[in-house]
DNA sequence: ATGCATCTTGACCATTTGGTCAGGTGCTAT
DNA sequence: ATAGCACCTGACCAAATGGTCAAGATGCAT
């Protein structure tokens, strides 16, 4: 059966891919695309250096795979609004899902902070396009909000961005809030914490909370 | 006169320093410590690589000077202030002169970036020594701030990060910004807008304002 | 002019880089 | 058994890496 041939050299092939891929997004996030060498991600995910190239092909298609990888995960994030939903529920849903996203893929966050560093040359593309639609259709929605005197009338531009850049944080200064707070790493319970303080913070400074 | 000995080699010599001071800021925040090299840098600095290791020593010595330098601007930023002080004008002030730093140094932002993304290596002692303390006690003002009433009851170091995070933004994602902003650069008008939107939302957020 | 210190740089070195390739191993359908 | 296929890997390559060094250029006080 046909099934059965996979069973096991698939079932490799499978492994030696996420073994390859997870130890690749490590290596990027740390050192970048031009700081990371097949070599180092080869000793990461205990394979010869032959055995990754034979699988992604390249150094170059290995990283632009997990760009891909981390988009897609973005993505799923991305849910839609309309005027008619409530602001501070939308806000916080907003806040939680991209804190949630950087609590479970902090490799892949690092990673993508790493790319726009470099001035994001695989990722102009997205930004441009995609990315900048998403955006400014959510801006419309919250101009209209403000316009309906549900929250101030603040830049909502500048208002993704700050929910962007204050979630972003926890994964790319991951080292420095550690370092500062002599933490191991964050529990779930910290990640909780912060989400709720930068909920709080965040929906009453732009005039959006329970009740007046 | 031994000054005027100086004043030419000296002055060629702090011209090549500052040169190659700057490129290399430049492309360390680039392509990090590992992905920078220093052919790339003395192509930068408009110099043959011998010499700028002439100048400079080697690679990681040049990497530590970026670093130091970009550490004395940012103490340069951190004053003290006293639970006697208004918590809207030190908020603000920190905000503002935060965003400053990252708005005159973008590169050394990104340096800064670049060597938390890979664990801080070369800046662990100064995370939790210096730094740590100087976040410590400004913490313990805003607990007693919090304590008088004169603002809510947040997580002073959640704050400060927020602080940190949503100014810091503007450097390290300055690619996204302006790729989703359609921009070529941030103005400074841009970059007061900002800087006011920021202070809004964030002292409104935690209970700073100027009346109740 | 001469001595002295600083500056400049091409040639060179060992090591590492991304990538190729030929020759293997092991499994399965016939 | 054996042909076919996916998987595996050491040996190898040209190019780039950080760094050294010796030989020279430059400028200045004497």
Redesign the interface.
């Known amino acids: 059966m046909t099934t059965l041939v996979s069973s096991d050299s698939t079932h490799a092939r499978q492994r030696n891919e996420q073994a390859i891929l997870a130890a690749a997004e490590q290596v990027f996030?740390?050192?970048?695309?031009?700081?990371?060498s097949v070599q180092g991600i080869a000793e990461a995910a205990g394979l010869p250096k032959s055995n990754v190239l034979y699988y992604v092909g390249s150094k170059r298609q290995l990283y632009v795979t997990l760009l891909e990888r981390m988009m897609a995960r973005w993505n799923a994030m991305l849910d839609d609004i309309s005027i008619e939903d409530d602001p501070a529920e939308v806000l916080e849903a907003f806040i939680r899902s991209k804190m949630e996203l950087t609590r479970r893929h902090p490799q892949g966050s690092?990673l993508f902070?790493?790319e726009?560093?470099?001035?994001?040359p695989f990722?102009?593309e997205y930004?441009?396009g995609e990315?900048?639609e998403w955006?400014q259709a959510r801006a419309r929605v919250f101009e209209q909000w403000a316009d309906k005197g549900l929250m101030?009338p603040?830049?909502p531009?500048?208002?993704i961005?700050?929910i962007?850049?204050?979630t972003?944080?926890?994964a790319?200064?991951e080292?420095?809030?550690l370092?500062?707070?002599?933490r191991e790493a964050l529990s779930e319970t910290d990640y909780r914490?912060?989400t709720d303080?930068?909920c709080?913070?965040?929906?009453?400074?732009?005039?959006v909370s329970a009740g007046p």
């Open positions: 996030a740390c050192h970048g695309y031009r700081g990371a690092r902070a790493a726009i560093l470099q001035g994001a990722l102009q930004l441009r990315l900048r955006v101030d603040v830049d531009v500048w208002l961005f700050l962007w850049s204050s972003q944080h926890y790319d200064f080292a420095q809030v370092g500062i707070t002599d914490r912060i303080f930068l709080g913070v965040i929906l009453k400074g732009c005039g």
